[in-house]
């Protein structure tokens, strides 16, 4: 049976901490995880969580004692990952438009770096030239993805080097004999069919033949999660067996078995985070019924960001008669979670949880109307622990410096 936290629960670590709050649960993301490792197990699978996803120390710590590597899109991203006490061979940095002082400093840490534009693999063929192994991303021009905002592969997008400039891509790799151990692609989040990771796969296959000291194919992250309680979860087996049966008649022929890399986020995060808020203010008017929550998008900001869909649940008054309630936050902009939701019948002061918080909620997190920013509670063996205190005035001084 699937991990989930009750609304009992989640009610009780609500009181006890205080909303607005996120709690995520151990044993969630533990199962998410055996999921992938089973399912790949007779693949050379490595799977790097991606940790833009949450990047509490304490959810990287615990993904790391699991089993899991750790990748990071940002260089305080991979010192985070260090200072969790995670090794720099399980660490994976995958910059995008970044200066290549911060390729360097990659570098200097130990972590595999995989590069994304053909000025920075010049920089890098210049200075560090073949002696450091290293990856390159590759935009495949594929269109997936829940939406356009979460598509990164396709032929417009800013990631990756484009599959079309391979010729100019060789060209610089032979001029410095930079040593490519990785092709890389991401395209995109929110992936359900399998026959996406197979297109990918294919693309980099023909690309392979090319660079003779490749050791890793690595395929990004993207796994969809289930969001509404009738979603099928995404068959990560069949995902598996697809790729499986492509990497065996057309990559593993001459014995050689690269390994392939995952960069899971929203799969291992996602489904195990809840973020909980309290009603203020119930509006009644003659076209909406709103619930205005204690908090906005300044604390969940995926909805209002890309169309991201929540499901909702009253604990405080799960058996209340149905109605139909718009959710909206306390900012000073329209900050709506959630239109014409049908629930139990809301009332100030009750507990809304948000499902789904455990990637790209906290994480995406900010300020803004001088907010702070929520509690964090970590849920382990049936014990809840606080693992980032709730802001106060003090750190919405920190930084500021008086010219007055
Ligand atoms: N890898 C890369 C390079 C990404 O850009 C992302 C998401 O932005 C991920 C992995 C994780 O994606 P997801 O959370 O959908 O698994």
């Not at 490792?37 to 993904?63: D, E, G």
């Not at 260090?82 to 972590?111: C, D, H, M, R, W």
């Not at 490749?214 to 990004?220: K, P, R, T, Y």
């Not at 997190?365 to 709730?390: C, H, T, W």
Request: glycine share 8%.
């Amino acid at each position: 049976m699937s991990q989930k936290l009750t609304g009992g629960q989640l009610l009780d670590i609500s009181k006890e901490y205080g909303t607005p709050l996120y709690v995520y649960h151990a044993e969630k993301i533990r199962e998410q995880y055996d999921k992938l490792t089973t399912a790949f197990s007779s693949l050379p699978a490595r799977f790097f969580y991606a940790c833009k996803a949450l990047t509490n120390l304490n959810i990287i710590q615990y993904i790391h004692s699991i089993g899991g590597g750790i990748d990071c899109s940002s260089i305080n991203e991979a010192k985070l990952a260090l200072q969790a006490g995670v090794p720099k061979e399980k660490i994976l940095y995958t910059s995008n438009g970044i200066a290549f002082e911060e390729i360097e400093e990659a570098v200097n840490l130990g972590v595999h770096v995989n590069i994304d534009s053909l000025s920075n693999l010049a920089r890098f063929g210049k200075k560090i030239g073949n002696s450091y192994p290293v990856g390159v991303r590759i935009r495949p021009n594929i269109l997936a993805g829940g939406n356009l905002k979460i598509s990164t592969g396709h032929e417009r997008s800013k990631f990756g080097i484009p599959i079309d400039q391979i010729e100019e891509l060789k060209t610089i790799v032979d001029q410095y004999n930079i040593h490519i151990k990785t092709l890389h692609i991401h395209t995109g989040s929110d992936i359900k069919d399998a026959d996406v990771f197979v297109q990918g796969v294919k693309v980099l296959a023909e690309l392979v033949p090319h660079f003779d000291r490749l050791e890793v194919i690595d395929l990004g992250g993207g796994f969809k999660v289930p969001y509404e309680p009738d979603h099928d979860e995404t068959d990560i087996s069949a995902i598996a067996k697809k790729l499986k049966t492509f990497l065996e008649e057309h990559l593993y022929v001459n014995g050689k078995k690269y390994e392939i890399w995952f960069e899971p986020g929203k799969y291992l995060v996602s489904e195990a985070g809840y973020f909980i808020t309290k009603v203020n203010v119930l509006k009644q008017t003659h076209s909406v019924n709103f619930a205005g929550v204690d908090s906005g998008l300044n604390h969940l900001i995926r909805p209002m960001f890309y169309d991201a869909y929540h499901h909702i649940e009253n604990i405080s008054n799960p058996n209340g008669e149905e109605k139909i309630y718009t959710i909206t936050g306390y900012i000073c902009e329209t900050d709506t979670f959630a239109s014409d939701r049908k629930l139990p019948e809301i009332r100030e002061g009750d507990y809304l949880v948000f499902y789904n918080a455990g990637a790209y909620g906290f994480e995406m997190a900010s300020n803004y109307n001088s907010r702070f920013r929520p509690v964090e509670v970590l849920v382990k063996d049936g014990q809840a622990s606080m693992i980032r205190k709730r802001e106060n005035f003090d750190d919405l001084l920190r930084n500021q410096v008086a010219m007055f």
